[in-house]
């Protein structure tokens, strides 16, 4: 398993932007995809964006063209930079990591982003 530590998360008015960390307990070269979920008040957990070892990302609908996924390698620390925040983004936001030869997922303990119209 690999600890996760997300920071970064705060209120901000729509149209504003924040910058999420999420710290690893491992090299992050050990770890083969990494990403973002986050969960809104009684809705499921869902997918905000990932990245892989090899730089790959992937982006949900709803969070293309404003939010970027990034990874630095050196400080064994993942980003999500989130820009044009609207009210619909308000949630708690999760890191999740999958390590090579592991099994299962491990998850950070999330971090409450508010966006207030």
């Known amino acids: 398993q690999v600890q996760l530590v997300e920071s970064g998360g705060g209120l901000v008015q729509a149209g504003g932007s924040l910058r999420l960390s999420c710290a690893t307990s491992v090299s992050i070269f050990d770890i083969n995809v990494m990403g973002w979920y986050r969960q809104a008040p009684g809705k499921e957990r869902e997918l905000v964006a990932h990245i892989t070892a090899g730089g790959s990302t992937r982006y949900a609908d709803s969070v293309k063209g404003r939010f970027t996924i990034s990874r630095e390698n050196a400080k064994n620390t993942m980003y999500l930079q989130m820009n044009s925040l609207k009210p619909e983004d308000t949630a708690v936001y999760y890191c999740?990591?999958?390590?090579?030869?592991?099994?299962?997922?491990?998850w950070g303990q999330g971090t409450q982003v508010t966006v207030s119209s």
């Open positions: 999740s990591a999958v390590r090579y030869g592991a099994y299962g997922t491990s």
